[in-house]
């Protein structure tokens, strides 16, 4: 069983930064696949970055350049930098991870993860 609690969501102007964590506990250290997913009301999650057990990430192309996925496996922590932010970007965003061997790359899907966050929201004001 895996736990996973977000944090660092806030409300931040256009170009300006966040910097997401999720807390990863229980068998955080045999997860293969860590994604972060982000929704926002009336529409399906939407996969933003993933992030494979040896270290290999992708990301969706309208946050390509402005996001890093990283991870602390010390820690038990999974990270998203997330650099000039856009009201696009409004949305709440959710950790996901996946112990058994995957497609660990964008697009990925709901159902492609056994474990979630509860989320953690983030606005961004023109």
């Known amino acids: 069983q895996v736990q996973l609690v977000e944090s660092g969501g806030d409300s931040v102007h256009t170009g300006g930064s966040l910097k997401l964590s999720c807390a990863a506990s229980?068998?955080?250290?045999?997860?293969?696949?860590m994604a972060w997913f982000r929704q926002v009301p009336g529409e399906d999650r939407e996969g933003v970055a993933t992030?494979?057990?040896?270290?290999?990430?992708t990301y969706t192309s309208s946050v390509e350049g402005r996001f890093t996925i990283s991870k602390d496996n010390l820690k038990g922590t999974l990270y998203l930098q997330m650099n000039n932010l856009k009201p696009a970007d409004s949305a709440m965003y959710y950790c996901?991870?996946?112990?058994?061997?995957?497609?660990?790359?964008?697009?990925?899907?709901?159902?492609?993860?056994?474990?979630w966050g509860q989320g953690t929201q983030v606005a961004v004001s023109s």
């Open positions: 996901a991870a996946e112990p058994k061997r995957m497609a660990c790359w964008i697009p990925v899907w709901d159902s492609d993860f056994s474990y």
């Open positions: 229980g068998y955080s250290n045999s997860v293969f696949c």
């Open positions: 992030i494979e057990s040896d270290g290999y990430t």
